[in-house]
């Protein structure tokens, strides 16, 4: 699998053109940045929530941990996170468990963690489970312009 049609147009639409990095087939963000050998920190993860209003894409480095309740009180939201056929439903051109960290082109409403904001680049699942996309900070910046921004993870 290659990087996902919507994701291939939202960054196209936003003048974008990452680098692509492949690496062997991994089933967690920590593991896909071992093993591009790239920094957990840069590494962004999408992890989707949910609640009654719907839902909402959050997104951490791969090196941390989510705090659903610095979530929940960011938002004013009480959220939990999603199952796996409520990801698989709203990331339809995706492989199961490989989330892009952007909830635009899907439609969703995006909070970005702070600590994403001080790194110098930025990786980004592609859909599947081996290709990340390297965008620069900038980059970064313009792809999640419309996320609310806040603290909401803890370093593994």
């Known amino acids: 699998m290659t990087i996902t049609s919507t994701l291939q147009s939202y960054l196209r639409e936003n003048g974008v053109e990452p680098q692509t990095v492949t690496h062997e ?5 920590s593991r896909t940045a071992q093993a591009s ?3 957990g920190d840069c590494v962004a993860k999408g992890v989707l929530v949910k609640d009654a209003e719907g839902y909402l894409l959050a997104v951490i480095p791969a090196s ?3 705090e659903m309740d610095r979530l929940s009180r960011l938002t004013g939201r009480k959220l939990r996170l999603a199952d796996e056929d409520e990801v698989a439903d709203a990331f339809p051109d995706c492989a199961l468990g490989a989330v892009p960290p952007m909830g635009t082109p899907y439609g969703l409403e995006t909070v970005v963690d702070d600590s994403l904001a001080g790194q110098p680049e930025a990786y980004l699942e592609g859909g599947d489970h081996a290709t990340l996309l390297q965008v ?3 980059d970064f910046a313009k792809l999640t312009r419309g996320a609310r921004h806040g603290a909401f993870s803890r370093h593994d």
């Not at 087939?25 to 963000?29: F, I």
């Open 37 to 39: 050998h790239v920094p």
């Open 136 to 138: 620069t900070a900038e």
């Open 25 to 29: 087939k991994t089933l967690s963000a």
């Open 64 to 66: 941390h941990h989510l």
